[in-house]
């Protein structure tokens, strides 16, 4: 075996067992995502290097080098482009659907005449797992109780849990009763609350760009146009944009830390 020889068999090992590495470690989750890069990177250098050693070898034709040579470059770029394609899908699925389950429900027990108890609803899941609802325990004739639903988990996008319902709200109460007995909410990230002041600065802006449309969008019969917004986070340099989905904005996934 010639030395270039050499050089190609081993190349050609490691460049195979890195992209097998890598392309096994998607399975891992986003905790693994730089080690994924880092192989697909060493696996197509080592693809590249073998066009190079293959194409430097005067004991092969020139025309015969140039093809090979040309050939394996050109899957290398590609495998390259599709593999890092691949741990960026697997990124963005990976944030948004790791989510925690839904909280239990909350117990019912009921002791007398004509009487009812609801359970509250389970928190819904995000960053974690939602909380679990209130219990409900009525004792004695013509009473009714419900339980306060259980916290709602902080969101991938660095929102803190949402407000939960309250009793009077589940019940369908005069909205007098709606302010009592509903969970708090989780902080959000500094960086969420960093967009949100950004998204009310440009929003000002716009309606004071458009004054006609002002006393649509302050009706919620009309919203700041994604098209807008997303061109001023443009100018000001912001990496993140924004899409609208049943008539409110969505902020993407905070980026992992």
């Known amino acids: 075996m010639t030395p270039s020889e050499y050089v190609l068999l081993v190349d050609g090992v490691g460049s195979g067992v890195m992209a097998t590495a890598g392309y096994g470690m998607l399975t891992f989750g986003v905790t693994k995502f730089r080690a994924i890069r880092a192989c697909f990177w060493s696996a197509a250098i080592g693809i590249g290097i073998l066009g190079i050693v293959w194409g430097a070898d005067v004991n092969q034709p020139l025309w015969a ?12 770029a590609m495998a390259l482009t599709w593999a890092l394609w691949s741990v960026s899908d697997h990124a963005e699925i990976a944030a948004i659907t ?6 239990p429900g909350g ?3 009921v002791m007398g005449q004509r009487s009812g108890a609801v359970g509250g609803a389970g928190g819904m899941g995000g960053l974690g797992p939602g909380g679990r609802g209130g219990n409900a325990e009525v ?3 013509d009473s009714y109780a419900r339980g306060g639903d259980g916290g709602n988990a902080g969101q991938p996008d660095g929102r803190g849990g949402r407000r939960t319902l309250s009793p009077g709200e589940r019940e369908n109460l005069p909205t007098a009763m709606w302010p009592f007995g509903y969970g708090g909410r989780g902080a959000n990230k500094p960086e969420y609350d960093r967009r949100l002041q950004l998204l009310m600065h440009i929003r000002q802006e716009y309606m004071k760009a458009f004054p006609d449309d002002l ?3 302050e009706a ?3 919203t700041v146009p994604t098209g807008w917004i ?4 443009e100018e000001m340099d912001e990496q993140w944009r924004v899409t609208l989905k049943d008539g409110g904005y969505v902020l993407p996934p905070l980026p992992s830390q």
């Open 139 to 141: 004792k004695g004739d």
């Open 107 to 109: 117990n019912a027990e």
């Open 98 to 103: 790791a989510t925690g389950p839904g909280g």
């Open 220 to 222: 919620g019969i009309d």
């Open 230 to 233: 997303n061109k001023r986070l």
């Open 215 to 217: 006393i649509f969008i």
């Open 65 to 76: 080098r140039l093809i090979v040579a040309g050939c394996t470059a050109a899957v290398a």
